[in-house]
């Protein structure tokens, strides 16, 4: 048993962290945000150059030999910041789709782009009906000559807006809802057919709704075998489960603290309301909802190699521990704060925003309740 | 015990309803769920002018001041339809707060001349209570009213200081406010309660935008403000006593069921809409629970609130069982509005335009799932003001159980 980091990690975690302390301060993060792009392409740059991007990919790829734990150090980091750039996205989803189902071509001709920070991706999956279930699909992929034509749509694609490659889930075969016959595809943003309607989330970030009109794509966008999809996007959701956990976990870690210190220094009645008793355990309920969720966060990290079944248990359960904790956590440190909690201006409620956001990526805590139940 | 309504109540409620079904703007349909930083200031007061013109603007007050001298049951009642038909709510702080205050405490001078405008809705009021070191303990507001007499301006308060949090204080008119008169005396018996002109010089109002991004409350800074004595209410250092009458008054319309009621509804639609594996949400066994357990305890809210009301006709006021309504009220409205976010699936991701957006903006997702999430990070906001649940629990546990 050891839950210790090696110092790599050590040091991957200090190099976030004093890039984010530097760059990433409240203010910047907040005026970026309001800006028509919403994010800060240079700043994508320097995590390239600071070897985020190749953190968890193996050397043979062209990465620095990491894996899941590199990607949660860097989100739980990210978390603690609010970082809106797409590396879950990119890094933790199109990575992981390459590097589980790509071919030795895909993954060379892809994977440094990802490395060195020139493409964006971004993961069409959900659509409108489709709520939670990965294979609830109406978007299909009929073959066409060596290659296919896409048609469908895709909802709340985060991200999108700044990509420029896609990963698009859609039936080659069967029924909506049928496990069989999800097929992945790698599709260009820029390519014909695919239009986008941008807008922003609550937590600052950009989407984008996709409709996809007869888009060609070659037999070579295909990642994995056909219609046998379903499990590979489950395995990397988890693992986007497993950076999302850790992404919670940091926002919770701040909002702990700077509650705790709000509450050492706002003074009511004459003493600092943390005096109240009431308050008190308000707190200490807050910091423990903290520990099981970083339990839990380790343990979905450690185990994203273990058999299905095993997987399944350990993400949707971190995700109902950072889901309900999440809650807890945000709803409180807003509360504790009084008025002031309610602010703009304010971290505490962006935090908040961020936590309740990443309740509902990939499928709340009832969603997950129930796949953990089916799953044990 | 009889909880029914009588022949003549049910006459009423039509009467009611019908008066509503043919008055209320069409163009405010569904006002009732933006919320107030997001209306402008004629939306917000086009209902309280036709209720004034129809003579129901305030059914609460006595009838010589302008009340209807309806029943407290009539009054359930017109809240209930009000509620049923989603009108927009009305601003409390004139019709309930100051008002009442002024009608109670005022002299005859202040009424004729401030009630008038409360009724018509000419004057806004806002509410100037809390300051940045004076929130949950009000008692230790600072903002300081200096009387002086001179020949040139009369009898006035020089008033110093700044309040905060002031609800829509950028449309205001007037703020109720409270000062401290006498820097000496115990927290509670050196405070007044001033009447203050917003556009009398030295006033300066900064907004303060909310995390669902909503511009409804303020900043309010005084600088040497001049203050006419005569719009001091009651006695000079007597003011918390009035504040404590306004606040009474301020709960035991919090409990919002007929609100909650329609929330609920709505709650019920957009999960019946929301569809998991082709099948309706509302269907699955984890969300009916949950909106069963929310009707219950509202059910259990609204008796709750009919006992406290039934008591208050029999001459007892608002006691401190009133804040069984504030907290659980606002409990019951804060879980409404989490589970929407629930319900709604991923496009409680998107961020809906605010008011001054130029209508271009695209939107998608059903219309049901616009601002669900801004909502409920919103309804945050009720647990924290009009006397935090923290300080309601105090209350509870020191006025009734005594500890
Ligand atoms: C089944 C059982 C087996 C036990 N076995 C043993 C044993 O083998 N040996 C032994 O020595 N003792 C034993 N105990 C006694 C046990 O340790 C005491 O019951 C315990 O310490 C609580 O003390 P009390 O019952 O006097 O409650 P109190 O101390 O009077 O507490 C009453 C309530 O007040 C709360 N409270 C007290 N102080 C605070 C505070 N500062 N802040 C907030 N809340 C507070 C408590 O949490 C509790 O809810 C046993 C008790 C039980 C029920
Ligand atoms: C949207 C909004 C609108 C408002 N509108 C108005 C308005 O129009 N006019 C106006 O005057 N004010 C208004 N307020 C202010 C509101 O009344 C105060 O925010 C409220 O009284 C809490 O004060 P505070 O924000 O300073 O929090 P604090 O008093 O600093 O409290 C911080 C936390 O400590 C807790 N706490 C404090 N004391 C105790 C205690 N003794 N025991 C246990 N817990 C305690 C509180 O419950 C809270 O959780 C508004 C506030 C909001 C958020």
Redesign the interface.
């Known amino acids: 048993m050891d839950f210790s980091f090696t110092e790599e990690q050590t040091l991957l975690r200090n190099t976030v962290q004093s890039l984010l302390a530097d760059k990433y301060d409240f203010d910047t993060r907040r005026k970026v945000t309001k800006t028509a792009d919403g994010w800060r392409p240079e700043m994508w740059a320097q995590f390239a150059e600071l070897g985020l991007l190749a953190a968890p990919f193996s050397e043979e790829l062209g990465g620095l030999g990491g894996g899941a734990i590199e990607n949660m150090i860097v989100m739980e980091e990210f978390g603690r910041h609010l970082v809106v750039e797409p590396y879950v996205e990119t890094v933790v989803i199109a990575g992981g789709f390459l590097r589980e189902g790509g071919t030795a071509a895909q993954q060379e001709a892809l994977i440094p782009g990802i490395v060195g920070g020139e493409t964006v991706w971004a993961f069409a999956y959900?659509e409108?009906?489709g709520?939670?279930?990965l294979a609830?699909l109406t978007t299909t992929a009929k073959k066409d000559g060596s290659g296919y034509t896409i048609n469908g749509y895709k909802?709340?694609v985060?991200g999108a807006p700044w990509a420029q490659k896609l990963i698009v889930t859609a039936r080659t075969s069967g029924g909506?809802?049928d496990r069989d016959g999800v097929s992945v595809f790698i599709v260009d943003k820029s390519a014909a057919g695919v239009s986008t309607?941008?807008?922003?989330?609550?937590?600052g970030r950009r989407?984008s709704?996709i409709t996809f009109e007869n888009v060609k794509v070659g037999a070579d966008a295909l990642i994995g075998a056909e219609g046998k999809g379903l499990p590979l996007v489950e395995k990397i959701t988890d693992e986007a489960i497993a950076a999302l956990s850790a992404e919670a976990i940091g926002c919770m870690k701040e909002l702990n603290t700077a509650t705790v210190e709000y509450c050492k220094t706002r003074?009511?009645?004459?003493v600092p309301?943390g005096k109240?008793q009431?308050?008190q355990h308000r707190m200490v309920d807050m910091f423990m909802a903290h520990e099981q969720s970083v339990s839990m966060t380790y343990m979905v990290n450690l185990k994203l190699g273990e058999s299905d079944v095993e997987r399944t248990k350990a993400a949707a359960g971190a995700k109902v521990q950072i889901g309900k904790a999440g809650?807890f956590v945000g709803?409180q440190a807003?509360?504790l704060h009084?008025?002031m909690?309610?602010?703009?201006?304010l971290n505490v409620?962006?935090y908040?925003?961020r936590l309740?956001?990443i309740d509902?990526?990939f499928g709340?805590v009832?969603h997950q309740?129930?796949r953990y139940s089916e799953a044990a | 015990m009889d909880m029914r309504f009588s022949p003549e109540e049910l006459a009423f409620r039509d009467e009611v309803r019908e008066f509503i079904a043919s008055n209320y703007p069409q163009e405010l349909k569904g006002g009732a769920r933006r919320s107030r930083g997001e209306m402008s200031k004629e939306d917000i007061l086009r209902w309280h002018r036709i209720l004034y013109k129809k003579g129901w603007i305030v059914p609460h007050w006595p009838v010589e001041y302008g009340g209807t001298g309806w029943t407290i049951t009539q009054r359930y009642i017109w809240n209930e339809e009000n509620a049923r038909a989603e009108t927009s709510p009305l601003l409390p702080f004139g019709l309930s707060m100051v008002g009442p205050v002024i009608y109670t405490f005022g002299n005859e001078e202040q009424k004729k001349r401030f009630l008038p405008g409360i009724l018509s809705g000419d004057d806004w009021w806002c509410q100037g209570y809390?300051e940045p070191?004076?929130?949950?303990?009000l008692a230790?507001l600072r903002t300081k009213a200096v009387r002086a007499k001179n020949e040139k301006d009369g009898d006035h308060y020089i008033v110093n200081g700044g309040k905060?949090?002031t609800t829509l204080a950028q449309f205001a008119d007037w703020m109720f406010c409270l000062v401290r008169t006498d820097p000496n005396a115990k927290a509670q018996e050196g405070i007044s309660f001033l009447l203050i002109d917003m556009k009398t010089p030295g006033i300066t109002v900064r907004p303060?935008?909310?995390?669902d991004?909503a511009h409804e409350?303020n900043e309010v800074f005084l600088e040497d403000v001049k203050v006419p004595a005569e719009n001091l209410i009651g006695e000079e250092n007597k003011g918390w006593t009035y504040a404590k009458f306004l606040l009474g008054n301020e709960r035991s319309g919090i409990a919002g069921v007929a609100r909650s009621k329609k929330a609920i509804e709505r709650l019920k639609n957009i999960a019946n809409a929301?569809?998991?594996?082709?099948a309706p949400?509302m269907k699955?066994d984890?969300?009916s629970r949950k909106v069963a357990e929310l009707e219950i305890d509202l059910s259990a809210l609204e008796v709750t609130e009919l006992r406290t009301l039934a008591a208050e006709s029999k001459g007892r006021g608002p006691g401190p069982e009133a804040s069984i309504l504030k907290i659980k009220g606002t409990e019951i409205q804060q879980r409404i509005t989490?589970l929407a976010?629930?319900a709604v699936?991923?496009?409680?991701?998107?961020?809906a335009p605010r008011m001054e957006a130029t209508g271009n903006?695209?939107?998608?997702?059903?219309d049901y799932s616009t601002g669900t999430?801004?909502d409920?990070?919103n309804m945050?906001?009720t647990?924290?003001?009009g006397g935090?649940?923290?300080i309601q629990?105090n209350i509870i546990a020191k006025m009734v159980l005594g500890l």
Do not use: C
């Not at chain 1, 309607?197 to 937590?203: G, H, I, L, N, S």
């Not at chain 1, 003074?267 to 004459?270: E, R």
């Not at chain 1, 909690?341 to 201006?345: A, I, K, N, P, V």
């Not at chain 2, 903006?361 to 059903?366: I, L, M």
């Open positions: 959900a409108p009906q709520r939670y279930n609830d909802a709340v985060l909506q809802r309607r941008d807008y922003p989330t609550v937590d989407a709704e003074k009511q009645f004459g309301i109240f009431v308050l809650r709803q807003v509360q009084g008025g909690g309610m602010t703009d201006e409620g962006h908040f925003k309740t956001m509902t990526q709340n009832d309740l129930k | 809390s070191g004076s929130g949950s303990d230790s905060t949090w303060i935008i909310t995390m991004g409350v929301e569809l998991i594996d082709g949400l699955t984890e969300f989490e976010v629930e699936g991923n496009y409680a991701m998107v961020q903006e695209f939107v998608p997702g059903p999430a801004q409920y990070f945050r906001k647990s924290i003001y935090s649940n923290e629990h």
